[in-house]
C-alpha cells in the first residue's frame, strides 16, 4: 500500500488530471485505487464521473464527523478499479473551520485511512492549489509526493516556497516522506523556453525530474468533460501514451512501500 500526494500550489498546471489518469492507468494495471479529492473546485470529483450537485457525503463530513463510516464516503467509479472520496464546493471554508475548532494540529486523515488502507494498493491525494491545512495533511500522512511542473518561469517561482512546506512537514509530522519525482506536464518541446526550463530543473532536482513529458493534448482537456479518464476516452492519443509511460516509470520507483 502506498499514499502518494499529487501536490503544487501552482494552479492549473495538471495535478487533477495527473492524479485522475494516474488512478485509472493503475486501475488498468489491476491494482486497486482510491483517489482523495481534496481541493473545493472538485474538479477531480466530476473529471472521474461524479455528480455532486446532490447533497452527499465528501470530504468536509470525512473531516467534521470524525466517525463516519467509511462505506458513505467511498464512491464507485465507472473507471475500472477506481474509487473516489469526492469534494464538494462545502470544503472551502474547513480550513477556517479547523483552526477556530483548534485543530490544526490534528493529521485529520489519518483515522479515516487507517480503516481502510487495508483495501487498496494506492491512495492518491489530488491537493488544492495552495499549502495550507489541505495539503499539509495530505503530506503528513504521504509516502511520496508527485510533483507535476509546467516548464515555464512562473513554475521555478513556487519551487522554493514548496520546497520548504515539504521540510517543515518532514520536520514535523512525517520524516519518512519523499519526492517520487517531478512531472512536466503541459510540455511543448518545440518552445526553446522549455529546455532551458528543464535545464535548470536538472540542476536542482538531479535525479527527480522523471523521463516521461506530459505533452500539451487536446483529448486530456476534453476527457473530463465526459466523466472518463484519457484512457477510456482515447487510449492511442499522445496524451493516453504519456500517461501510461508515467505510470511504468512510477511502477519502477521501487521506494515507499509499507505494510
Ligand atoms: N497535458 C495537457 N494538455 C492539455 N490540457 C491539459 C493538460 N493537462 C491539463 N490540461 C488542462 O489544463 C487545465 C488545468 O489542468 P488541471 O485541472 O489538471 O490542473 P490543476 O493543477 O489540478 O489545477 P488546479 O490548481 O486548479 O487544481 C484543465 O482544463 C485541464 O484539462
Ligand atoms: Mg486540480
Redesign the pocket.
Known amino acids: 500500500m502506498k499514499i502518494v500526494s ?1 501536490i ?1 500550489q ?11 489518469n494516474m488512478a485509472a492507468g493503475l486501475g488498468i494495471k489491476n491494482k486497486k485505487v482510491l483517489l482523495i479529492d481534496i ?1 473545493s ?1 472538485a ?2 470529483t466530476r ?1 472521474i464521473g461524479i455528480d455532486n450537485d446532490y447533497p452527499n457525503y465528501d470530504v468536509y463530513d470525512l473531516i467534521i464527523s470524525k466517525n463516519l463510516d467509511p462505506k458513505k464516503l467511498i464512491l464507485k467509479t465507472t473507471t475500472k478499479n477506481v474509487d473516489v472520496v469526492p469534494s464538494s464546493m462545502g470544503l472551502a471554508g474547513v480550513e477556517v473551520q479547523l483552526v477556530r475548532d483548534n485543530r490544526t494540529e490534528e493529521l485529520i486523515f489519518f483515522p479515516f485511512i487507517e480503516k481502510i488502507k487495508k483495501e487498496y494498493d494506492y491512495i492518491i491525494f ?4 495552495a499549502l495550507g491545512l489541505m495539503s499539509k495533511n495530505a503530506l503528513s500522512i504521504s509516502n511520496s509526493l508527485i510533483i ?1 511542473m509546467q516548464a515555464d518561469y512562473f513554475s521555478l517561482e513556487g519551487l522554493s516556497q514548496l520546497l520548504e512546506t515539504i521540510s517543515i512537514v518532514k520536520k514535523r509530522y512525517n520524516r519518512k516522506l519523499y519526492i517520487d519525482g517531478i512531472l512536466l ?3 511543448n518541446k518545440r518552445i526553446n523556453f522549455s529546455k532551458e526550463i528543464e535545464k535548470e530543473l536538472n540542476i536542482f532536482f538531479k535525479d527527480k525530474i522523471l523521463k516521461t513529458r ?11 468533460s465526459s466523466g472518463q479518464s484519457i484512457f477510456d476516452y482515447d487510449k492511442n492519443c499522445k ?1 493516453a501514451k ?1 500517461y501510461e509511460s508515467f505510470i511504468e516509470e512510477f511502477l519502477q520507483l521501487k521506494r515507499g512501500y509499507s505494510e
Do not use: R, V, Y
Request: hydrophobic fraction near 30%; aromatic fraction near 2%.
Open positions: 499529487i503544487n501552482k494552479g492549473g498546471i495538471g495535478k487533477t488530471t495527473t492524479a485522475l481541493d473546485q474538479n477531480l473529471g489530488d491537493c488544492p492549489p507535476p506536464t503541459k510540455f506530459i505533452p500539451i493534448n487536446i483529448k486530456l482537456a476534453e476527457s473530463p496524451g504519456a
